[in-house]
Every structure is written in structure tokens, then in C-alpha cells.
């Protein structure tokens, strides 16, 4: 599935002006000015236009030389009298966040809107630090070698670090994690895992290049997903595994990405003696049953519903054909919707990933990143015929479903910025964290950025132009531009780079991987 960043906007939008380091003397009453150029904006001038704003969007601001609506900085006004353990734990995280949500945590540098500056360079020296040795406490996590490779490449990539001078070392180090039977393990001699396959393999696309493309045995990766894909449409995570909507994620990204053949071997549980079943039959029906009574999605069907399986379930419809006709085919949008705009907490302005559970910055992406997919879906289809191939060899004979296009984004931006560069980056040592009082790690560190992208960026759809391969899953083309239709809280040097709303990496690189199995013949 290709990327393309959108050259120009179609419609003039306001543009956030950068803080003013200096505030110029302002020119006298009494005479006109000599200059030409209008005069810089002053810290009030500007303070006072965005307080203008967001009153007249029905949101108090405060006086002063600093603007936080109070939405975003004070606890809930209408409450649940009754006091629970969990309402007295939502209680004592709220408490401890509304210092940074404030502008007033010490160690960070606010703009002039309470919101912080992003701690770039910090953030690198972190994720470099983690892309060396660990000290022996992380033994007991030698089987997530891999994730530990893909959060920290990713997340330097997005902070627009070259990450490419790991490519000699990652490749020896994928090389020994992959068995001769597919696949990779969290280590040599360890038992494959679609997980761990998918972040080797992501990891792989970070540095790029031939060497590191060359490194996966397709043919051997081939045989061993089809011994994964399961008869009910689902795959499991390794031979004789669970089950999941995680599976079905990383196996769809797996396939797309090295160009997999769709056939299924005649040993797989899957195969049927018609040979119309292939590695993607059944796929948007077993996501379908893992929607649940809450409109969430589970990990497995008849599960509780989990923000991670959400985007993995969307990820996954949107690899299998083009998403405005099979995500809204499989899922029941608007109920989907409700359940994730509830994942959104005010004053806090971040995400949890169940009913009834506390903020947690690694929600950026897995419940953040899901709107952006949802909103590129919604609208007409204007290209797409009311029946059209799967890629199961079938044609489906169900009508397009349009959905309306939202009149705006669905969750808050703004909140989730003040969230993110608030409460989730860590002023000492660098790195992104769950919250306040936590400590950072590569984990959040990724998938914050991956949030913050996504609250900075949107996507559209478009058709696959004629002259760009075919592949084995025809995808459409997604156009990536930054989101600047709201009010804008941060400052031009704080974006992030867009990653690809499906992969979780920044386009390019899946562009070149995607490509490079494209251009070739066979295994």
C-alpha cells in the first residue's frame, strides 16, 4: 500500500505562529511606522487572539499570558457520587497530571498556549541508548529482542533520525533470530512468532536497503504462515498458538509488505481440495465476530473489548482490499466510533485501552491511531462498484456501504497534544512514558510518536493509478497531509514525521520494502 504526501493544501488555513522569543517595542501612537512589514505579534497579542478563539468555540481560557482551557486543566465538574477504588485511583492520576496539563511542571519549556515544547534531542540520545547493551535485569526480556529493536528505530525515525547505520548490525542479528522453518523468534533457537516476525520485520524496513530486504527467507516465511492461517479465517501466532486479532494484523502486514503469494500449501489447516480458499479467505469475517456488545473489538470473539485489537482489527481490513468498502463491510462503524471517542478523558485530554481503566500514553497510537483510519473511510465511494473481487477469488455481492463524512475529526487533537507533551515525555533523561511517575521506556517512547503523528496529520484515500505493479493485494493509495483545520497547540520545530496509518512507520521506508518485493519474480 503506497504513500503519497499531498504537495499543497486546496484551502487556506491559519497557520499556529511560533513563540516569540523577543517582544519588539511596540511602534508610537503618535507616528506612523517606516516599515512595510507588519510588526511581530506580541506574547499578549497572540495569547488574546487564541482565548478569542476558543470562546468563540464555548471554552473558557484563563487571564493571563498563558491560555489552557479549563477542559484540559481542571477535574470533571459533573462526578459520580458513588467512591469506588478505581474512582479514587482515577482521582490520584488526575491530581497528578494537572500540574503539567497547567503549564506548571518544572523542567519543561511551555509555549505560549501551556503546552510544552517537544524534547527532541533528548528523546534521540534516549532511543540510542537503548539500541546498545542492556544491563542484566532485561534478561527475562531476551524473547523481546525484537520489539526492542522496531520501538527504537521507529521512534528515532519519527523524531527524523537516519537510522540506516544499524542496517549491518540488525541484519546479522535477524539473521540469527530466523528459523530455517520461517519466521522469526524473540531469539536463536526460539520458536517463531507473528510478533516478533512482524517487528523484525518492520525493523528490517527502518534501515532499508538490499542487504537487510534480503535477509528474510520469503519462500520458508510463505510456507509457515500457511501453516498459521486456521479454516475460521483467522491465523494463530505460532504453530499450535492462540488465536487472535493481533495475528491477523501482523500476518496482513507481513504478507503485503514482502509481496507473499496468496496460495496455501495443501498441509495447511486451511487448505480446501477446491483450492478457492487462500491466506486471506475468511480474514474480514473472523474480525467481524471479535466486535463486541460494547462495539469495541476484542482480542479473540466473545472477549472484552481492547484498544490495541481495535487498531489491529482496522490495520487488518484496511491490508485485505480497499477500506472505504471493507471496513464498514465487517464493522459496525458508528458503534465503533462511540466506543473510542470514549477512550478519550477530559482533563487528562489521553487515552485508555478498556472501560473503566486509567490514561496510558501507549493509547496514543493504538486508540489514537484508529480515527485517522476510520476518518479516510467515511464518505462515499465514488470509484468503487457495488460489487467488486475480494481477494478470496469470491465476489462480494453486499452493496457498498457509504458512511458520511465527518464534518470534522472525530477525537480531540489538541487534547491528545497537550496529553503527549505534557504529561507523557520525560523532562531529565529523555524517552516517553505511560504518565506522570512513570519512567520511560522504548515501548511508549514509539507508539507516543506514532500518537503524536497521528494527531498531527491526516490521511485520504485514493485509487491505485494504472501504471504503479499489481501485487497480490491490490491496496489503494494513501495521501498524507498535515492537519492544521483545528486549533493548532504546538510549534512548527515540535511535528513528527507522518507514518503510514496502517504500518506504523514512516512511508518511505514502507515504500521501498513494498516495492522491492514488487519488482521481483518468484522467491
Not at 528490517?204 to 527467507?217: K, Q, T
Amino acid at each position: 500500500m503506497s504513500v503519497r504526501i499531498k504537495a499543497s493544501q486546496r484551502r487556506v488555513r491559519a497557520v499556529f505562529q511560533p513563540k516569540t522569543r523577543t517582544t519588539p517595542t511596540a511602534p508610537s501612537s503618535t507616528s506612523p511606522s517606516t516599515s512595510s512589514t507588519p510588526p511581530i505579534p506580541t506574547t499578549q497579542e497572540k495569547s488574546k487572539r487564541q482565548s478569542s478563539k476558543m470562546q468563540r468555540m464555548g471554552r473558557t481560557v484563563d487571564s493571563g499570558p498563558v491560555s489552557v482551557p479549563d477542559l484540559f486543566c481542571q477535574k470533571p465538574v459533573i462526578r459520580d457520587a458513588l467512591e469506588t477504588p478505581t474512582s479514587v485511583t482515577q482521582d490520584e492520576t488526575v491530581e497528578s497530571m494537572v500540574p503539567n496539563l497547567n503549564a506548571r511542571a518544572p523542567r519543561l519549556r511551555y509555549n505560549d498556549l501551556g503546552v510544552p515544547r517537544l524534547e527532541r534531542q533528548k528523546h534521540v540520545n534516549f532511543l540510542q541508548k537503548t539500541m546498545g547493551p542492556f544491563p542484566s535485569q532485561y534478561l527475562h526480556a531476551d524473547a523481546s529482542r525484537p520489539w526492542y529493536l522496531y520501538w527504537s528505530l521507529a521512534g528515532l525515525t519519527m523524531l527524523g533520525e537516519d537510522v540506516s547505520s544499524y542496517r549491518e548490525r540488525l541484519v546479522e542479528t535477524a539473521r540469527a533470530m530466523q528459523n530455517d522453518t520461517g519466521g522469526f523468534g524473540g531469539g536463536g533457537k526460539q520458536t517463531p512468532h507473528l510478533a516478533t516476525t512482524y517487528a523484525i520485520v518492520l525493523s528490517l524496513a527502518l534501515v532499508g536497503g538490499e542487504e537487510a530486504y534480503e535477509a528474510i527467507d520469503r519462500r520458508a516465511m510463505w510456507k509457515w504462515l500457511c501453516a498459521l492461517k486456521q479454516p475460521d479465517g483467522g491465523f494463530q501466532v505460532s504453530v499450535g498458538g492462540e488465536e487472535d486479532v493481533r495475528g491477523a494484523y501482523c500476518a496482513s502486514v507481513i504478507i503485503t509488505l514482502l509481496n507473499i503469494p496468496l496460495d496455501l500449501t495443501t498441509d495447511s489447516p486451511a487448505w480446501t481440495p477446491d483450492g478457492r480458499a487462500n491466506l486471506l479467505s475468511g480474514l474480514g469475517d473472523y474480525v467481524r465476530r471479535c466486535q463486541t456488545y460494547e462495539g469495541g473489538i476484542s482480542g479473540q470473539p466473545n472477549a472484552e473489548a481492547h484498544g490495541a485489537y481495535a487498531f489491529c482489527a482496522l490495520g487488518c481490513l484496511a491490508l485485505i482490499g480497499d477500506p472505504r468498502e471493507v471496513v464498514p463491510r465487517y464493522l459496525d462503524i458508528p458503534r465503533l466510533i462511540a466506543w473510542l471517542s470514549s477512550r478519550q478523558y477530559a482533563p487528562e485530554g489521553g487515552f485508555s485501552g478498556r472501560t473503566n481503566k486509567l490514561v496510558d500514553g501507549c493509547y496514543s497510537h493504538w486508540v489514537g491511531g484508529c480515527f485517522p483510519l476510520i476518518e479516510a473511510c467515511l464518505g462515499p465511494i465514488d470509484d468503487a462498484p457495488s460489487a467488486q473481487p475480494r481477494q478470496d477469488g469470491q465476489t462480494a455481492t453486499t452493496p457498498s456501504i457509504d458512511l458520511p463524512a465527518a464534518p470534522e475529526t472525530l477525537f480531540s487533537r489538541e487534547g491528545l497534544v497537550r496529553y503527549i507533551l505534557g504529561c507523557c515525555q520525560n523532562p531529565e533523561k529523555g524517552g516517553l512514558r505511560d504518565k506522570p511517575g512513570k519512567g520511560p521506556d522504548p515501548y511508549h517512547s514509539c507508539y507516543v510518536l506514532a500518537g503524536l503523528s497521528s494527531a498531527q496529520h491526516q490521511w485520504q484515500l485514493a485509487s491505485r493509478g494504472e501504471d504503479e505493479p499489481s501485487a497480490a493485494i491490490d491496496d489503494p493509495v494513501w495521501l498524507v497531509l498535515r492537519h492544521l483545520d483545528d486549533v493548532r497547540v504546538y510549534e512548527q520545530e515540535d511535528v513528527v514525521r507522518a507514518i503510514h496509518p496502517v504500518y506504523a512507520i514512516p512511508h518511505k521506508h514502507q515504500q521501498d520494502m513494498r516495492s522491492y518485493f514488487l519488482a521481483k519474480e518468484g522467491f
